[in-house]
């Protein structure tokens, strides 16, 4: 882990983290669950898009708030990567469904990439296991996105029948999660930077 001595200088900063399973992409939480604050104490940065509580993987926080913007506003198109395990095997047709878009509260989600991953992705155990049932097979999908609404992985996958149980962002345009494990952060480099300014 780094420490505060990271922002001395008055220099922006802009690191990558693995959230992990149960973790608030926040820093505070009046209800007392975890947050961002157990595993960063970098002061002057902040979440850069979202990851919900019950997803894991990649985010990027910055004290940056241009690259911020960047990084959050669809108009830029900043694909993001996830794997996702979801119930039953999908058709041609759910695919093909969520590569042109699927409406979600009346509204059209841009096409998206997917494909089937031949193999379960090396991924390490979740603190809470998958519900798991005998009788319906699961699989693992590589979605790709260009865009952030609220729960949206979910709630695609959701909408042509195959429920995501377990869901984990690897990329966020040219910056991959890589060897990070849960929990843990390192600083983006000067290429990764360029990377996402475009």
């Known amino acids: 882990m780094r420490h505060c001595a990271a922002m001395r200088g008055g220099r922006t900063i802009t690191i990558l983290f693995n959230k992990p399973y149960g973790v608030l992409p926040c820093f505070t939480d009046p209800e007392g ?10 002061p002057g940065v902040y979440a850069a898009g979202r990851l919900d509580q019950d997803s894991e993987g990649l985010m990027i926080l910055t004290s940056d708030g241009s690259l911020a913007h960047r990084i959050t ?31 979600l509260s009346g509204r059209k989600t841009r096409p998206a990439t997917v494909r089937v991953l031949a193999d379960v992705p090396p991924l390490p155990e979740r603190p809470v296991p998958i519900r798991f049932r005998k009788t319906v097979p699961t699989v693992w999908l590589e979605l790709t996105l260009y865009e952030g609404m609220n ?45 996402l300014r475009g």
């Open 73 to 103: 506003d669809p108009e830029h198109k900043l694909p993001k990567v996830y794997w996702i395990q979801v119930e039953r095997v999908p058709s041609e047709e759910a695919l093909a469904q969520l590569r042109r878009g699927v409406t």
């Open 151 to 195: 729960r949206q992985v979910r709630r695609m996958t959701a909408a042509v029948g195959h429920p995501t149980v377990r869901l984990m962002r690897v990329a966020i345009g040219l910056l991959r999660l890589g060897d990070l494990k849960p929990g843990e952060w390192r600083e983006a480099t000067e290429r990764e930077l360029a990377a």
């Open 33 to 42: 669950r975890p947050t961002l604050a157990e595993y960063i104490d970098l």
